[in-house]
């Protein structure tokens, strides 16, 4: 468990600088591997058992490899010097956060459609979601700015405050690490049917309880917690996934608006369940809402988290 000097400077550390675009971030690291061993394993092992057991052997050897070497480097900095060891958790733990590199993707995107500019917004917006984006017009655009800050509300912001508070840097990397084995190997389709299965399980189980807790900040956060909480009682479990769908639905209630809808990925069209009543447009105002509802609650949380490890600690 950090102190809760260590915990409010990495949250004020990522607040003010997010990810510096020319430092080397440990979720490269991490996607380097999971890249290496993906290229390695598919290639030799073809078995459906093979695959998942190779997939539960990456999950928990980069979980583990992550906290393992969070942890060295801040005993071998403290060993150099007490404070720097604190200095390194602290950076370690920030990398660990996506408050300030969410709100100002989200913002970007928000920009431009605000500008009219709907070519820019569609290419901004490409970077960061996976659906294809070249035909959306001003609302599919704003849907998407809004559904993937809702969702990465919990799964960038809010969980690893979580998981920091509770054991520090160690642990908050071991999330980063499953977070992302989920975002690159964790699909149905193949090839990562059953080799990406086990990482995409681990990140619904570690994100589970985040979420709720989440939804319930946002509800709080609103103003009309009963009205939110109904909404996310009765649309949330739609969707296929047993914590976006919280996330996601909390937002819609909480900005008065409606989400899901038809995607398109790769020219396929999916549709995904609608969450929340369309009492508001979609637009470049809804956008800017859902990030001021994105800061707020980072801010909630970590500063109950720090409350929380002043008393801890005595």
């Keep these: 468990m950090p102190s809760a000097l260590v915990f409010g400077c990495a949250f004020l550390l990522d607040g003010l600088l997010g990810d510096p675009p020319r430092l080397y971030h440990p979720v490269q690291a991490m996607g380097a591997v999971i890249a290496s061993v993906q290229r390695w394993g598919l290639s030799r092992i073809q078995s459906p058992g093979g695959r998942r057991l190779l997939g539960v052997g990456l999950t928990v050897g980069l979980a583990g490899g992550s906290a393992a070497g969070g942890w060295a480097l801040i005993v071998l900095a403290a060993d150099i010097q007490p404070w720097l060891g604190g200095v390194v958790e602290v950076v370690l733990m920030a990398a660990c956060f996506a ?6 993707a989200a913002g970007a995107v928000a920009i431009a459609l605000a500008a009219g500019d709907l070519p820019t917004a569609r290419r901004v917006l490409s970077r960061y979601v996976g659906r294809d984006t070249e035909d959306l017009g001003e609302a599919e655009i704003a849907r998407a700015v809004v559904e993937t800050v809702a969702e990465n509300t919990t ?9 920091a508070a509770l054991g520090g840097a160690p642990l908050a990397l071991a999330f980063k690490a499953v977070s ?40 709080i956060l609103s103003g009309r917690p009963g009205r939110v909480i109904a909404i996310v ?28 809808g038809l995607n398109r990925y790769r020219g396929i069209i999916k549709k995904k369940p609608t969450l929340g009543d369309a009492h508001l447009p979609l637009d470049p105002q809804t956008i800017r ?4 509802l994105l800061w707020r609650t980072a801010a909630v949380w970590a500063g109950v988290s720090v409350v929380l490890l002043v008393v801890a600690h005595g």
């Design 180 to 219: 992302t084995l989920d975002s690159m190997i964790g699909y149905r389709d193949e090839p990562y049917t059953h080799f990406g299965w086990f990482a995409a399980r681990s990140d619904d189980w570690l994100n589970w309880m985040p979420a709720r807790l989440t939804a319930l900040t946002v509800a």
């Design 155 to 163: 799964d960038g912001v809010t969980a690893p405050l979580f998981y």
């Design 289 to 292: 809402r859902s990030v001021g």
């Design 99 to 104: 408050t300030r590199s969410l709100a100002e």
């Design 233 to 260: 009682r009765r649309d949330a479990h739609r969707d296929p996934s047993p914590n976006s769908g919280v996330s996601i639905a909390a937002y819609a209630g909480a900005l008065d608006i409606q989400l899901g």
